[in-house]
């Protein structure tokens, strides 16, 4: 079966200039360190013409990947790989059977979210008017990625309004009334460990403290309130706290700032693995969905997608939880449709780059994959799994999806980007 390919975004398929015939920028330029850059387009449009790879002796390819695919250093080991060139499956190892996934699980989140919301999807955050003289409400909106920027424009705002000395600042976060705000899945020291933080519906930064805006860094167990404390500094007032209650429908809008797009969101939510912001996103698809239930809303979005579910399990929308079940075979399907399909092109822009950034910026060093493997990670005990896209040196583009469990991590990633790496030479 041929299936025609778009170049989109993130798809190193356009990086293959002479195979494909298309122009790429660089994504970074790495001093001192000589091999194949890692790759990223701007905004692509609708449609481009289908990019040709050279053709290959399938039965070399496969005796290539089945040694590194057996290694036992990846334990109990499942994938699929595909060529999206032809629409094939060239490996298959119990691809069918879920396993424990990490954070691989972010790519059902963000699939579910470019269908259900759409790329250029945004959130609002506003500050009403108080019901008393000096009292100010933020309504929280779903804006995990607020930062200093944001907080200054809105203080700007309400100071150029007539709302007077602002002596109060509370925030409203009813939009996520009914949410759990901590999966029973997780573990509480997670929080200043900094993978993750309550779930609210304001945040600086993903809920990281002094002045934090990126890493592992320890979170706040109130990051709503921290946002109305930010604010009221920033207004010269002495007071902020949790509103009570919901505001007035009819409160007087005094200021509002929106977030970036949805894809840009999820750039800095994949690129860093950062589960906070992947909560966020998935509470988004479950308020659209008119529901509270955010891994239920993901799942029940991809299943009206027609992508085949079969025992899979999620008990978050990020991965941090133990206890979610994915299948090799449709993360390798969501990828292939990312590669093939309109409206899941923005996914493959937000994957990290082998060498090049985000959670893959220190692995593939001394591999062929490097600068052309673009994945999302997973880590968890004894979990490792790495799912993604692959051009080769022929101009062919692959899709693949590994999970390993049982297995020790940092000899189960090497093992993987291994097995990556292979797809280079076809």
Known sequence: MKVWSWVVGALALAAVGTAAGFGVTAQRELAALEHAPAYSLTAPPPLLAPAQGSDIDEQLLIDALTPPAANPDLGTFHARI????????????????????????????????????????????????????????????????????????????????????????????????GFTEFPETWDPENIDAGYVAPLQPAMLSGGRMDGNTE???????????????????????DNASVADAPVAEDAQVLATVE???????????????????AEAIGHEVALARGTT????????????????????????????????????????TILMQAATEAPLRDLLDTLPVAAGEGTLETRYDDLPGRG????????????????????????NVYTFAFISNDSSILEARRGMDELASVLRAF
Do not use: F
Not at 259 to 277: A, H, I, Q
Not at 376 to 387: I, Q
């Open 82 to 177: 595909s060529s999206v060139n032809t629409g094939e499956v060239v490996l298959d190892r119990n691809a069918d059977e879920p396993l424990r996934p990490a954070s691989v699980t972010k790519i059902l989140t963000s699939a579910a979210a470019l269908y259900q919301l759409g790329p250029e999807d945004t959130l609002s955050t506003a500050v009403v008017r108080g019901a008393q003289p000096g009292e100010v409400t933020i309504l929280a909106g779903g804006d995990v990625w607020l930062d200093d920027d944001a907080l200054d424009d809105l203080a700007a705002q309400v100071s150029a309004s007539d709302a007077g000395q602002v002596t109060s600042v509370s925030i409203d976060t009813s939009l996520w009334d």
């Open 259 to 277: 977030s970036p797009t949805l894809t840009e969101r999820m750039r800095v939510m994949m690129r860093n693995s950062d589960n906070v912001y």
């Open 372 to 395: 052309w493997v673009r994945a999302k990670t997973g880590t968890l005990d004894e979990t490792s799994a790495l799912a993604g896209t692959v051009t080769s040196e022929a101009g």
């Open 293 to 332: 239930d955010a891994p239920q809303a993901v799942l029940d979005t991809l299943a009206e997608h027609g992508l085949d579910l079969s025992g899979t399990e999620l008990a978050d929308c990020s991965g941090l939880s133990d206890t979610n079940r994915i299948a090799p075979a449709l993360l390798d």
């Open 215 to 237: 890493g592992d860094v320890p979170r706040s167990h109130t990051p709503a309130l921290a946002v109305a404390q930010a604010l009221a500094y920033r207004l010269g007032a």
